[in-house]
């Protein structure tokens, strides 16, 4: 079963957010990145 994770953090912030080894590993995931505004304020 897949699994996603949804974050606004950049990949560089994810080492002050979580633990190293947390970081490490969601690191070597792929990653989708979308831009726009945010929809849930329209």
Known sequence: ??????????????DAAFDARIASRLATLPSMVVHGPDRRRM
Do not use: G, S
């Open 1 to 14: 079963m897949p699994t996603f994770i949804a974050t606004n953090l950049e990949p560089a912030e994810l």
